[in-house]
């Protein structure tokens, strides 16, 4: 594939011509700029775009050979612009600036370089927090491509030793796919299609269970198992489940493109680059959730549901991936899925309505008041509850559903169902029952088949709110239990700790958050870590000197019940 010179960049941004018709032009991303980040061989156990609960993988895992404390380094010329240490997420994390409008993150680490380290504990001691975002001024931390900067690690969110690599935009912030960068990453084979769902877009994506057909591969293409299809509605839609393959891995990664052709007219399309952290949530919307939800594989849309604003997808005019079969002839399709090296597997096969008398179909009338529709607010409100959804928070239309229940004394608002996803929080309101006044101590409850999530209830006029993204049940709790928190390990009140080089607690309250935790040696702060939320770690420092010692530790919950615990000890 040809690919223009990177100082080109920027005029093509402007005047795009696709010369073709093609839905995606080509990029015009800088070849081998950036060097492999990971002192190790290269190799990746996760790519850009692949599908993950309610956001897409936003860069490249890379391997670290299933270690930590494997030496990382800066991909290109350039400075260190941010450091983010967080107990989720990134974990501990460095973003470098380049000269040519890009930066790259590195995330998941250990240790900086000493340097590096130095100042952030600095910073960390400063703000008087281990959770951190550090904006770090253009001349302090210049590096030079292969700088060491870091070591490999499983900090935050990771599942396992590795490195999370991404390649932004600076100036939008949007993530690119590093794929398209000339990283050195073997990739020859095609990806791989494992089934092909077919939706009845006279309904609701959620309202529907689609009809899913196994695959099989047939003189180099994918084609249905019984030939072609025969399908009792006019208007239809696909998705696909399909996963691509680098060298020597058996991972399956996400694919990078797939586009929709009818008759052999391209339709729609998506593509897997340039999303900003805005927009991963939209996920929901490209995949059948309701399936994923119950269990089912992820079914990846080849049409753009009517909420879906921005993202992935592009089509020709007028389109929106909905083919209409009224004309009772055979329509010729072809998917063809594509990884980010260009090779591409095409699935083909007919379609055809069968022609069946829709009058005599016997559908369930729809109360029109409980009707919740993309592009609108959507309002529900009785004398118990209430909740609104703002214009872009679904992403196709759904009949509500409400219900009211007690259980052991209390009272269960169910609002709708799990297989419904919500882009944006939005408020929830409870009628109190807790004599009209704000006792300080209620938290809004969400449960889900899942998990539980607590959030501390405002008042106002007789009324609790709390704001959620999710649909579940609901109900409202008094919280008077203080968290519980002990010492792990050898240290205790009267310790001698000669020999220890850390000293850890753990925490844990009964609606599962921990609001504050807050360490002081004879009255001065010190820094505790809290990588994935587990324990909370103080590597004795500088501020632990020799002799005897007063350790206070004082933990919240997220209504302030409070538990604050003194233990004497002597280095």
């Known amino acids: ?3 223009l010179p990177f100082t080109y960049l920027i005029i093509l941004s402007f005047f795009s011509i696709d010369c073709f018709a093609q839905l995606f032009p080509i990029k015009q991303y800088p070849q081998h700029y950036f060097q492999w980040p990971v002192g190790t061989n290269v190799g990746i156990v996760a790519n850009f ?21 494997l030496p990382i380094y800066a991909a290109a010329d350039g400075y260190i612009a941010k450091i983010h240490i967080d107990a989720t997420g990134f974990g501990r994390a460095i973003y470098i600036n380049h000269p040519n409008g890009l930066t790259t993150l590195y995330a998941h680490l250990n240790e900086f370089n000493p340097a590096l380290e130095a100042f952030i504990k600095e910073e960390q001691y400063k703000k008087k927090s281990w959770k951190i975002d550090v ?5 302090v931390f210049k590096v030079l491509k292969g700088s060491f900067i870091a070591y490999s690690g499983n900090t935050g969110g990771s599942q396992g030793p590795h490195l999370h690599f991404e390649i932004r935009d600076t100036k939008t912030e949007k993530v690119l796919n590093p794929l398209l960068f000339g990283l050195p990453i073997e990739d020859n084979a095609s990806p791989e299609i494992y089934k092909l769902s077919v939706y009845d877009r006279r309904f609701s994506t959620y309202e529907q269970t689609p009809k899913i057909i196994s695959l099989k591969k047939i003189n180099g293409q994918y084609q249905p198992i019984g030939g072609k299809i025969l399908i009792q509605t006019n208007q239809v839609s696909f998705g696909i489940n399909a996963f691509d393959k680098n060298n020597g891995s058996g991972n399956q990664n996400g694919i990078y493109k797939a586009t929709l052709y009818d008759n052999e007219k391209e339709i729609v399309g998506f593509e897997m ?12 919307a490209h995949i059948d959730y309701k ?3 119950n269990g089912g594989p992820f079914l990846q849309h080849l049409s753009i549901l009517p909420g879906y604003l921005n993202g992935i997808y592009k089509s020709q005019k007028g389109e929106d991936g909905i083919i209409s079969l009224e004309d009772n002839t055979p ?29 005599k179909t016997n559908n369930k009338k729809k109360s029109p008041e409980f009707i919740f529709k993309p592009g609108q607010i959507n309002i529900f409100e009785n004398e118990a509850i209430s909740f ?13 559903h409400y219900n009211e229940s007690i259980v052991m004394g209390s009272k269960i608002f169910s609002l709708h169902n799990e297989n419904v996803p919500i882009e944006n929080y939005f408020p929830i309101k ?6 009209q006044r704000d006792t300080g101590n209620i938290v809004m409850k969400l449960m889900t088949n899942q998990k539980e999530k607590f959030k501390k209830a405002r008042f106002d006029n007789g009324w609790y709110t709390a704001s959620f993204r999710e649909f579940g049940k609901y109900e409202l709790v008094i919280d008077t239990i203080a968290p519980v928190v002990k010492p792990i390990g050898s240290f205790r009140d009267g310790a001698t700790i000669t020999t220890l080089n850390k000293i850890i607690f753990s925490a844990s309250d009964n609606t599962k958050e921990i609001a504050e935790f807050t360490g002081l040696i004879d009255g001065q702060w010190i820094l505790f870590s809290n990588d994935k939320e587990a324990s909370f770690i103080y590597t004795i420092d500088k501020y632990c000197t020799p002799g005897e010692h007063l350790l206070t530790i004082i933990v919240k919950d997220l209504v302030g019940n409070t538990t604050t615990k003194n233990y004497h000890f002597t280095r």
Do not use: W
Request: with cysteine; net charge negative; hydrophobic share 30%.
């Open 1 to 3: 594939m040809l690919r």
């Open 49 to 69: 775009g692949e599908l993950r609960p309610n956001h897409y993988h936003m860069g490249l895992d890379c391997r670290t050979d299933g270690r930590e404390n």
């Open 135 to 139: 904006i770090v001024p253009k001349n």
């Open 273 to 284: 680059d340039s999303i900003t952290y805005d927009e991963t949530r939209y996920l929901n």
């Open 291 to 293: 399936t994923r939800n």
């Open 331 to 359: 329509h010729h399709i072809t998917i063809k899925v594509y990884d980010a090296n260009e090779n591409v597997s095409d699935l083909v096969f007919d379609i055809e309505f069968d022609g069946t008398d829709f009058t």
């Open 388 to 400: 609104y959804l703002l214009e872009n928070s679904i992403y196709d239309y759904f009949q509500f």
């Open 430 to 435: 409870i009628k109190g029952n807790y004599k």
